[in-house]
């Protein structure tokens, strides 16, 4: 028999995995050009700031560096140049604003006019008096030359009273026809014509008074724009040529080991090109998946016990950083669960297999019973011999938290309750 005593609980999920690290960085070429030297090879461990790699041709970062001085000058010129401009362009401006308001005046003047009569009364009476006076000119010129019709035609005396009667008739035809425009009306075409002369006044003068308007607030927003932008990339490029002048030395930014060499001492190589990995040890965490029935029962800040087959006399305590809320890749439904290590031991490299107890839920100080003895069914109860008064007793029992050796008593034992072992 087993008596049932009170003990702590711990309800736990498995999660294998293995260790990944988390700080791992490539070391690039920092610009076209050759590798000089090669100072490390895979495996071995480095210093923040130790020198790895040393990149040869000095002169041509000078020279990209001169380049890019020269494209910032250019750039910073292109924006002097928009203000330096500006009071030019100012006047040009106020110019032709004066020059769209007086057209505006001059289509306003010749719209206006086509609104009232094309003569005055006393301008209308004298051109009336002067077709009075044609007509008697014409008259009087027709008179004389019936007169003389009947001479031949070479005779001077015919052919001047010819000369005068066409003169009389060509001037009483322009009388009329100045008569006739003073008392006629403008013609559709005419007034179509001043009303769309004058929207495009109107038009060039709001065109020219926003220009003004643009320049008097500074330089051109979008020519000013695209000039920033330039002298931003050549500040950009200048710093990228320092950096690869300061770059020529190839430094560990950390303490750690070299994963990987990509290069050989000698080669050309572009800028950009991977040439060494070098990752921190220390920096590593558990990488690990548990099945969909168990993850409703992981939370975020869980501790867990790890257990790795190359320590397998010692046990990391770790604690549950991050869940992954879609399905790992593969047929079975599993999820990526990360633990972070208390202490990462020098011994342990990424890749090692280990297995995660994550701690799901805990009491302390409960009845309890070897979990061999209070099998629960899906309902959470157990059936239980008790040994009592001599003879086996049936108790059903309400089982709680179920630990990997233990299982909590809720209800149906009290302590010191013996149970018969089957």
Not at 66 to 85: F, R, S
Not at 259 to 268: D, H, I, S
Request: net charge negative; with cysteine.
């Amino acid at each position: 028999t087993v008596a049932v005593t009170t003990c702590d609980v711990e309800q736990s999920v498995t999660a294998p995995g293995s260790l990944i690290n988390t700080r791992e960085v490539k070391l690039e070429m920092p610009a076209n050009g050759r590798l000089a030297e090669i100072l490390v090879r895979a495996g071995d461990r480095v210093s923040a700031g130790q020198t790895v790699g040393r990149l040869a041709d000095p002169e041509k970062f000078a020279a990209s560096v001169a380049a890019a001085e020269l494209a910032l000058l250019e750039a910073q010129k292109t924006i002097d140049d928009l203000y330096q401009n500006l009071p030019l362009q100012l006047a040009q401006a106020q110019v032709a604003l004066a020059e769209a308001q007086k057209a505006l005046i001059e289509a306003q003047k010749e719209r206006t006019r086509l609104d009232y009569p094309r003569a005055s009364a006393t301008t209308i009476d004298e051109a009336e008096a002067r077709l009075a006076l044609a007509d008697e000119h014409l008259e009087l010129a027709q008179d004389a030359y019936h007169r003389v019709d009947d001479l031949p035609a070479s005779d001077p005396e015919r052919a001047t009273a010819l000369l005068n009667l066409s003169g009389a008739q060509r001037e009483r035809q322009n009388v009329l026809a100045t008569l006739n425009w003073y008392l006629g009306n403008p013609s559709e075409n005419e007034i179509a014509l001043a009303d769309a002369n004058l929207a495009q006044a109107e038009v060039n003068l709001a065109e020219a008074q926003k220009e003004l308007d643009t320049l008097s607030k500074g330089p051109d927003p979008l020519d000013l724009k695209l000039a920033e932008a330039k002298l931003a990339s050549a500040k950009a490029a200048l710093v990228e040529a320092q950096d690869a002048v300061e770059n020529e030395e190839i430094k560990a930014p950390f303490d750690g080991v070299i994963l990987e060499v990509n290069a050989r001492a000698g080669e050309t190589i572009p800028a950009g090109t991977g040439l060494f990995v070098i990752i921190d040890p220390q920096a590593a965490e558990v990488e690990t998946t548990v099945i969909e029935e168990d993850l409703p029962f992981v939370q975020v800040g869980q501790p867990a016990s790890l257990y790795f087959d190359a320590l397998p006399v010692e046990t990391l305590t770790g604690t549950v950083a991050r869940i992954v809320p879609r399905r790992a890749p593969g047929d079975r439904p599993l999820y990526y669960v990360y633990i972070t290590l208390e202490h990462v031991p020098s011994d342990l490299v990424a890749g090692m297999s280990a297995d995660a107890s994550i701690v799901i839920a805990e009491r302390q100080g409960v009845l309890c019973l070897p979990r061999a003895l209070a099998q629960a069914s899906g309902d959470g109860r157990a059936f239980i011999d008790v040994w009592a008064n001599g003879q086996v007793e049936k108790h059903t029992v309400e089982v709680g938290l179920r630990g990997d050796s233990s299982v909590e008593i809720l209800s149906g034992l009290k302590e010191g309750d013996l149970v018969v072992a089957r």
